[in-house]
């Protein structure tokens, strides 16, 4: 079985990440989203909600896991026997960033590849932090996330709100 994972935080779930994924998904027999429990960012979901809003929307995808890790990605996808991390790629500045990712995860594990798939022309802007920002000023996220992720938006901002 070919496996790979697709890592990130996604903080929620956007058009752009459906994207990468499905895309992904038909590449690997087996994908793996893996929602990262990174401390050093400050999520608007907790880990629980995002893995949920992963689950709802991927259930269309029947080669597609979802799952939570710990630690460092390289560690994680040896554990789950993967042979690649998948990465989106958006704009210019991604590139530096996914670039210094992708050699230290090779230093750290040289078997494991990094693959990076190129975001859709539409989904370019498209980021979880763009989402929220829009969502906190009332402004409408229809065509940035799927309709669950809109309304869970719209509750949990409330929530916090109030
Ligand atoms: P991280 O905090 O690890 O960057 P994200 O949830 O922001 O996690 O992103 C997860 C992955 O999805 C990353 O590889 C990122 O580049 C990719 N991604 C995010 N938004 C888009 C988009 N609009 N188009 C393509 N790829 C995207």
Redesign the pocket.
Known sequence: MRTAIC?????PV?L??L??IGRASLLFSRLIVAV?LNPT?NPLFSPEERVEMLKEVLAPFPNVEVDLFNGLTVHYAIERKAKAIV????VIS?FEN?FRMALTNKKLACHLETIFLM?KAE??F???TTVKEIAAFGGSVRDLVPPQVEQRLIDKLRSKSS
């Open positions: 890592p990130g935080s996604f903080d956007t752009g990440h994207d990468i990262s960012k990465r989106g790629l958006r991604d996914e975001t989904y370019s498209i980021s979880s």
